[in-house]
């Protein structure tokens, strides 16, 4: 692939560790729920990765590292074996379609989770349930009560972060993103309003960044640390999320971590302009992959890029977007000639299963 590097800074080969990257665009990890009932990755999914194969890193979807940790229905699993084969077949085809390193986000949902979907009661820090209905296979229903996770729970679920991130590396990833964002299991240890709890791994600080610190050792010292990224998202209020300590948690998050030498830290929705952005860039010593906040209801015209290219000026290394990726399979290409892009197809057919709102959007030519 040549790009003609003089067109935007986005467009720039670029270096993650070992890896030599084609650009510095990744693509953000999306749930589309394309996998079978089970988890197993499908060759839809295949398909829809090889697609986008021209980003310089692809990171893919959210997937769960046991039972109880299933958000939604159809999401992605890395538990078993056939888990890894499913994933092993489209890391090869994004391969055989020239693409650059994979890595895969894992995540456990915690309270965001639904006995109709698991057929297990989702733990979390505190028995605080999400305030929102949640999708089943039912539809959307009320969320339930979550068992606060004992001593025991936390053990385990630190171990299967570790195994996932194996089995990982055998399916043809180049690592894992721990997913300690958007109010999913790790950030609601994170927290206050999420974490009420009285041991270690509450109250403080110091404790609540506990949890994610210790999913992050656990995978590094199963993979490496090269090979362990982490996600956060600082302030962004989801899943009834509030961080009204973000000032504090996340530079203590980071200076926890710093040290370590992972392959990336990776900011969603990051501010360019915010003070915490400024100092988060400043602790973080290695690669930081941050991912602009574009507007809410639909993508603009120029794909993301002014918003993408703001952020390197103010020190990001690598940029990740999400929708924008979504709806344009040739997303660097158009980039680089300056072709329109398609806008999102409404809700993004997440719980629709098939190619439609998925593998069809067309390329520009
Ligand atoms: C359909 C969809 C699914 C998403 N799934 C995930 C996910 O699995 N993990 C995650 O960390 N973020 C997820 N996100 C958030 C994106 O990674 C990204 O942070 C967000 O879309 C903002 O970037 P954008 O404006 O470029 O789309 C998802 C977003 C969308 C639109």
Same mark, same amino acid.
């Not at 589309?32 to 988890?39: I, Q, V």
């Given at each position: 692939m040549t790009y003609d590097t003089t067109t935007s800074p986005l467009l720039r080969p670029a270096r993650l560790g070992d890896h030599e990257l084609a650009n510095r665009l990744v693509m953000a990890p999306m749930t589309?729920?394309?996998?079978?009932?089970?988890?197993t990755a499908t060759p839809l999914m295949a398909e829809y990765y090889a697609q986008r194969a =021209?980003? %310089?890193?692809i990171i893919a979807e959210a997937s769960t590292p046991?039972?109880?940790?299933?958000?939604?229905?159809n999401i992605a699993a890395l538990y078993t074996d056939a888990h890894t084969t499913g994933w092993r077949r489209i890391t090869d085809a994004v391969r055989a379609a020239g693409g650059g390193p994979m890595f895969l986000q894992v995540q456990h949902g915690g309270r965001v989770g639904h006995p109709d979907t698991s057929g297990l009661t989702p733990i979390a820090p505190?028995?605080?349930?999400?305030?929102e209905t949640i999708h089943t296979p039912a539809g959307r229903r009320a969320a339930v009560t979550p068992r606060e996770m004992n001593a025991e729970d936390i053990r385990t679920t630190v171990r299967d972060f570790a195994a996932t991130a194996r089995r990982a590396l055998d399916a043809g990833f180049a690592g894992v993103e721990v997913h300690s964002a958007n109010g999913y299991l790790l950030h609601q240890f994170l927290a206050p309003n999420t974490n009420r709890r009285r041991? =270690?791994? %509450?109250?403080?600080v110091e404790n609540r960044i506990r949890f994610t610190t210790e999913v992050v050792d656990a995978v590094v010292d199963a993979i490496g640390a090269d090979r362990t990224g982490l996600r956060i998202s600082p302030g962004h209020t989801v899943?009834?999320?509030?961080?009204?300590d973000a000032g504090l948690l996340y530079p203590a998050l980071l200076e926890a971590n710093a040290?370590?030498?992972?392959?990336y830290l990776h900011i969603a929705?990051?501010?360019?302009?915010?003070p915490l952005f400024a100092r988060l860039r400043e602790i973080w010593p290695g690669s930081l992959i941050a991912n602009p906040v574009l507007p809410a209801d639909q993508i603009p015209a120029d794909g993301g890029r002014e918003a993408a290219e703001r952020l390197l000026d103010v020190g990001a290394d690598l940029i990740a977007l999400g929708r924008p990726f979504l709806a344009n399979p040739d997303l660097v290409e158009r980039l680089r000639t300056g072709a329109p892009v398609n806008a999102v197809r409404a809700r993004y057919a997440m719980y629709t299963g098939g190619p439609t709102g998925y593998t069809d959007y067309p390329t520009h030519n």
């Open positions: 589309r729920n394309r996998a079978e009932s089970d988890g =021209a980003a %310089g890193l046991n039972p109880v940790g299933q958000t939604y229905p505190s028995p605080l349930a999400l305030p041991d =270690a791994y %509450g109250g403080s899943n009834g999320i509030t961080d009204t040290d370590k030498g992972l392959a929705f990051a501010a360019p302009a915010h």
